[in-house]
């Protein structure tokens, strides 16, 4: 007598499947827990940041120093102090830089032509400062940089920069304190929407969304918005976005500049422009005006569909 192979039954199928299943959503659960519990590895890979010491400082004419934040943390940070009368930019770096190529930049031509200061430091919790970063920690730590400033140089103007992360420290600074102008590279409207792009299910999870759409709204200062069309980490349409939200906003697109190229790519531009506006009591990006920004809106044409329509003849 032939014997026929039995295959499996729908019992047997069933419960492999469900085997299968389960093992995918424990591990799809785990993925999640690990995510949430590590996300700060992620939002601020300060493992990756270069670390500081006083070389580069002393090379360009900077001073290493240490900000003491109100919660007694201590930043390390690069200082240089501003000629007579010249502004000081307190610019904050990303998430995954470090004061370095700030204090490079703001060292060396076109701002060192001129006198600017500047001071950068780096957040809590990176390399050379105390702590552990966090949304709450990076607005004290942009806090304390504002007041060592104006305790080092009272009577001189400030202009609040930011690249990538540091965009969104700027403008909170900007909401407390009153900067002539503030510079923005490689902007978000959020971190939550930034991250949205990369990791979806991020957004959900994040206890850290500096959220710039809402803190943009209370600046009353002008500001200059540049981004790289080719930016694949913060894409340009997330920029463009932050700088619908404000009048004072000028956005400007640089062809070809992805995420990290673009960072001083404007400097020629935007330092002329902010030097020839230093005697000016209120500055302006848009064509050196300084009238106040209440006003300014009457001197640009309103949009076509707003437009009053002239009487026919």
Do not use: C
Not at 6 to 32: C, E, Y
Not at 138 to 162: I, S
Not at 219 to 239: F, K, L, R, S, Y
């Amino acid at each position: 007598m032939k014997v026929e192979p039995m295959t499996p039954g729908w019992d047997t199928l069933a419960a492999g499947t469900w085997n299968v299943a389960k093992r995918v959503l424990q591990a799809s659960v785990l993925a999640i827990l690990l995510l949430y519990v590590f996300q700060r590895y992620f939002v601020f890979p300060r493992h990756v940041s270069a670390a500081i010491n006083g070389e580069p400082g002393a090379m360009l004419g900077a001073e290493l120093i240490t900000v003491t934040t109100a919660d007694g943390e201590r930043l390390v940070a690069y200082w240089r102090a501003p000629e007579s009368g010249m502004p000081v930019i307190v610019t904050f770096h990303g998430n995954a830089s470090s004061p370095i190529p700030h204090a490079q930049r703001f060292s060396t031509p076109p701002w060192s032509t001129y006198g600017w200061g500047f001071l950068t430091i780096a957040y809590r919790g990176y390399p050379g400062s105390t702590g552990s970063p966090s949304q709450v920690g990076l607005l004290a730590d942009g806090q304390a940089a504002l007041a060592y400033v104006t305790a080092k140089a009272p009577d001189n103007p400030v202009v609040l920069h930011g690249h990538s992360l540091g965009t969104g420290v700027a403008l909170a600074v900007a909401m407390q304190a009153k900067p002539k102008a503030i510079i923005l590279e490689a902007a978000y409207t959020s971190l939550v929407a930034a991250a949205a792009t990369k990791i979806p299910l991020l957004p959900y999870l994040m206890w850290d969304r500096f959220p710039a759409s809402e803190w943009i709204k209370s600046v009353d200062a002008p500001i200059e918005i540049v981004h790289g069309d080719t930016d694949t980490i913060i894409p340009i349409q997330i920029g463009r976005e932050l700088a619908s939200l404000n009048t004072a906003a000028v956005f400007t697109s640089v062809p070809g500049a992805d995420h990290v190229s673009v960072f001083g790519s404007q400097d020629i531009r935007i330092e002329s422009q902010l030097r020839s506006l230093i005697p000016a009591s209120r500055w302006d990006f848009r064509g050196n005006r300084t009238t106040p920004l209440i006003n300014r809106l009457d001197e640009f044409p309103a949009p076509a569909s707003t437009r009053k329509q002239k009487p026919m003849p």
